[in-house]
C-alpha cells in the first residue's frame, strides 16, 4: 500500500562558517527564535527560527558530510523562497538589517513579485508573492 503525505512543510538548513556568535540579521529580518543550541566557546551549533511561520534552521559547517556555507562554497548553496504580503516592505527591512539586493522587487509575467537578497552568510532569499 502507498503512503501518501498529507501535511508537510519545508524547514531548509542554511549553515553559517564555524565559531558564529552573531545571528542578529535573522531577528532584525522579523525572524523568531524557537531555541539555538551553543558550543562551549559560547558559537552556534545549531538554531531554529520561524518567520511568519516559515521554519527553518542555521547550523555551523559541517565538513564531514561536505555541507558548507556560501562563502565557503564559493556560490550560491540555495536559494530560500520566502512568499510574503508585502515584497517591497521585507526586502527594505532586510537592506536595512544588513542583506545585499541582488534584484528588486518587480512584477514578472508569470504572476509573481519578487526581489532577491543576499543575507550576510550570502545566502540568497527571494521574496515573493503571487500577484
Not at 562551549?40 to 516559515?54: F, K, N, P, R
Not at 542583506?99 to 543575507?119: H, L, N, V
Request: aromatic share 12%; with cysteine.
Amino acid at each position: 500500500m502507498e503512503t501518501k503525505i498529507t501535511y508537510a512543510h519545508f524547514a531548509p538548513e542554511l549553515h553559517i562558517p564555524n565559531g558564529t556568535i552573531n545571528i542578529d540579521f535573522y531577528i532584525r529580518l522579523g525572524a523568531t527564535e524557537h531555541f539555538c543550541f551553543r558550543n562551549d566557546d559560547g558559537s552556534i551549533h545549531v538554531t531554529e527560527l520561524e518567520i511568519g511561520g516559515a521554519v527553518f534552521h542555521i547550523h555551523e559547517i559541517m565538513p564531514r558530510l561536505n555541507a558548507l556555507e556560501p562563502i565557503s562554497a564559493k556560490g550560491v548553496t540555495a536559494v530560500i523562497g520566502l512568499f510574503v504580503p508585502d515584497v517591497d516592505a521585507v526586502m527594505q527591512k532586510a537592506i536595512q538589517a544588513g542583506a545585499t539586493e541582488i534584484s528588486p522587487a518587480q512584477d514578472y509575467d508569470y504572476g509573481y513579485r519578487q526581489g532577491m537578497f543576499k543575507d550576510p552568510f550570502g545566502h540568497y532569499w527571494q521574496v515573493q508573492k503571487k500577484i
